[in-house]
């Protein structure tokens, strides 16, 4: 099985991402959607973060010329970024979402030097904006950023026009066509609710309204 559709399968083992078509959620940004994701719940079992773990630094190691440091987006990836920095034997780094409100007032914790090649390790790709944020914290400290990435992507048009505004690549070890085709192969949902799941990725914001 190809490496995207078996983390999609594992996402949904671990119940990582919850399909319900039928019984949406609600997001923070008050779009209803089909699919919930979290994946921080892959930690927990030990086959499945270090498969994950070595899908990233196969990628990375493809497609990013000679990284100096990883960098985990807080705080999904703090973790799993950490593991892709031990295992290449890097320096690791993480971006807050926000400055600490006291002490150093750190947005970057760790230790990077400007001039530093950096790869960023997210868990999940929406619409890429808070992703960036972290893009750009560390193009404010002199880094330079080789690129980003993330376990599973929703695919957003707007994500990738975000991220080719900010001049940024972006490799994905899964995404949504993937999880749903395993999906629909598996049968893990019917025809009718693979329609549902594809048309809620073309217009998320007004569907289901």
């Not at 078509?21 to 086959?47: M, Q, V």
Request: hydrophobic content about 45%; aromatic content about 10%.
């Amino acid at each position: 099985m190809e490496t995207s559709k078996k983390i999609a399968q594992y996402l949904l083992q671990s119940k990582s991402i919850k399909l319900e078509p039928a019984n949406p959620f609600t997001w923070a940004s008050g779009w209803h959607s089909p699919i919930y994701c979290d994946n921080r719940k892959t930690l927990s079992f030990p086959e499945i973060r270090t498969f994950i773990r070595d899908a990233f630094v196969e990628e990375i190691s493809k497609t990013f010329t000679r990284p100096e440091v990883i960098a985990g987006v807080a705080t999904g990836a703090i973790a799993q970024g950490a593991l892709v920095a031990e295992k290449m034997g890097l320096p690791f780094i993480y971006i807050r979402s926000a400055s600490k409100a006291h002490g150093l007032e750190n947005l970057i914790e760790g230790v990077v030097e400007a001039g530093q090649k950096v790869v960023v390790i997210e868990d999940l790709i929406s619409t890429g904006g808070s992703s960036l944020k972290a893009v750009n914290a560390l193009r404010e400290a002199g880094c330079e950023v080789l690129g980003m990435a993330a376990i599973f992507s929703y695919q957003f048009p707007l994500a990738a026009q975000n991220f080719k505004d900010m001049d940024c690549k972006l490799i994905t070890l899964s995404n949504y066509s993937a999880l749903l085709e395993l999906a629909l192969e598996s049968g893990f949902i019917s025809q009718k609710e693979a329609v549902l799941l594809a048309e809620w990725r073309t217009d998320p914001e007004n569907w289901n309204k």
